[in-house]
């Protein structure tokens, strides 16, 4: 070759290299969190900064799409065979990424793992798995999930529930039965062995690099994806939990998409060229009341009692609380009044509930009405770096509980402090927000208000114990009953009864919102997820 020629190609290979860096660095995608997924176990806990990081990695048999709508996931198809069964016919050719295939002994395993995870934070997983008796395989693309009663709402339930490779621990056959190991004869998978990656193998879009709590998460594409490929090669999460600095970071050009943009901010960044989408969410902010126990840590009355025992006092509380001034001055606007605990329209809700009006006049009537004319001290706990403005939103309802007599103080912390001590029922008074994934009224009830039955996976969110036997057989009937109608009818009046009873006063329904650079579309969930795969270039 020639010393031109040479030099030629060598310039040929300079510009080709320069042109594919910056391809890749285009195919690079820099998120910025609101909030840090707290692991990488998709079984640890039903948080969605978790359920997001998960999506990516890991799916379910039956996914959700942006509004909240059924689709097929990992399962290409579901029905029906009678009241008790299910049966799923799995996805063809869906390998996981390290290249092993998909197929029923993973939906087994991950069922018996859920059931078997000592380091979950989260028992609503397990609460899933353990309505389900007896799982059948008739042949290798199909799987019958058999319950001990009927359960209509299971493929909405499996939406939230992400399968993983029945590799990571060692077993034998492979049957369900939970109590016995299910044939697992190696240690299970715990929160850790995901963390480093090690048990990090899903059937998702992506595959994690590494997870390295506060300082980042990094993702690589899966190129042997059964699916839709996504635009991005890989993706680094950085969570930025105050608003301001996360948005800084993406006017600066540190990142791409940033999630939970202050409202307030939507002109500036319009004005900078940036784009935004608002998309109206399932998710309820509320304050659960400790409403069962006697005595309350984080209480204290007079008479020494526990004032939140009393249904007027609850309700009083609720009277206390301007829902449309914390929407309008605390949200900016980018929230909706709850008046119940899921919005309006979606399948068991009241139709036209009744406004909570805010009526301090009747909020002290009724405190005195109780017992407590000079009212009562009270903590409110609360994340501040969990949900939009949990720590403003805390102070404001503190504010609003002082004025009619209930001297507040607030008490607010990390959620990576405040959920582990909430699952020990340390607070009286504890902020809360749930998005309803399933689509159906029936899945905040369950958590959140029946009373804690663990046998049949209820109330194992409500650390407030509470209980009414009314509601708890009501509920039972109506998660039992397969005809909608009647369903819905049910539904509706335990709905009636848990806002009467107010154990959980509602505040609002969150609204998701993302700004991301000039030359890019984002498609906004109503579950708040903040996907890779839903930010792509304009067309």
């Known amino acids: 070759m020639s010393v031109r020629l040479s030099i030629l190609a060598r310039l040929i290979c300079s510009l080709g290299c320069l042109a594919a860096a910056g391809a890749a660095h285009a195919e690079s995608l820099r998120m910025g969190l609101a909030s840090e997924p707290t692991a990488a176990d998709p079984h640890y806990h039903q948080g969605t900064p978790n359920e997001a990081l998960a999506s990516h990695i890991f799916e379910p048999l039956v ?3 942006p509004d909240m709508q059924l689709e097929p996931r990992l399962a290409a198809s579901w029905s029906a065979v009678d009241d008790l069964t299910w049966e799923f016919k799995l996805r063809e050719g869906v390998r996981f990424s390290n290249g ?4 029923p002994d993973d939906v087994v395993f991950t069922l018996c793992r859920v059931l078997n995870n000592e380091t979950s934070l989260s028992s609503g997983f397990s609460n899933v798995a353990r309505r389900i008796v007896k799982v059948e395989v008739p042949d290798a693309q199909t799987v019958r999930l058999i319950t001990a009663t009927p359960y209509p709402v299971l493929p909405n339930e499996l939406a939230r529930v992400p399968v993983i ?26 929160v850790n062995d995901f963390n480093n990656g090690k048990s990090a193998i899903g059937t998702g879009p992506y595959v994690m690099k590494s997870y390295v709590k506060g300082t980042g998460i990094e993702l690589t594409r899966n190129d042997d994806y059964w699916g839709e490929k996504p635009h991005w090669e890989s993706v680094r999460m950085v969570a930025v939990p105050a608003a301001g600095p996360r948005l800084t970071g993406l006017l600066a050009g540190d990142f791409d998409i940033i999630e939970n943009p202050a409202a307030r901010d939507l002109p500036r960044i319009k004005a900078g060229g940036f784009g935004h989408e608002i998309k109206p969410s399932v998710r309820v902010m509320f304050f659960q009341l400790d409403a069962g126990r006697e ?24 009277m206390a609380i301007d829902r449309k001034a914390i929407v309008e001055r605390i949200m900016d606007g980018v929230a909706t009044p709850a008046y119940q605990f899921l919005p309006d329209g979606m399948f068991g809700t009241l139709e036209n509930p009744p406004e909570l009006k805010y009526d301090p006049a009747a909020a002290k009537a ?7 004319p000079d009212g009562f001290e009270l903590t409110l706990s609360a994340t501040n770096d969990r949900y939009i403005n949990d720590a403003q939103v805390t102070q404001a309802v503190a504010q609003y509980l002082t004025r009619v007599g209930i001297r507040t103080r607030v008490d607010t912390m990390t959620r990576s402090v405040y959920f582990p001590r909430r699952a020990k029922r340390e607070f009286s008074a504890s902020l809360g927000g749930w998005g309803s994934e399933t689509g159906e009224a029936s899945n905040f009830i369950q958590y959140w208000t029946t009373t804690t ?53 509602p505040l609002h329904f969150e609204s998701g919102l993302w700004a991301f650079r000039k030359g890019l579309v984002y498609e906004g969930r109503a579950d ?12």
């Open 165 to 190: 490779w029945n590799g990571i621990a060692e077993h034998g056959k492979l049957e369900y039965t939970p109590k016995e190991g299910c044939g697992v004869t190696g240690a299970w998978p715990n």
């Open 528 to 539: 708040q997820r903040t996907m890779a795969t839903a930010l792509r270039p304009a067309q």
């Open 63 to 65: 996914g959700m799409n």
């Open 366 to 372: 009724l405190l005195a009405e109780a017992g407590y």
């Open 100 to 103: 092993e295939p998909f197929g």
């Open 295 to 318: 005595q309350s840590p984080m209480v204290k009355s007079a008479k020494g009692d526990n004032p939140l025992q009393d249904v007027r006092v609850r309700r009083a509380i609720s």
């Open 453 to 505: 039955r663990q046998d049949l996976g209820l109330g194992s969110s409500n650390y407030g114990a509470y209980s009414n036997p009314e509601l708890d057989e009501t509920f039972i009937e109506a998660i039992r009953t397969v005809d909608d109608a009647k369903r819905t009818e049910l539904l509706r009046r335990v709905l009636t009864i848990a806002l009467d009873e107010m154990p959980n006063v």
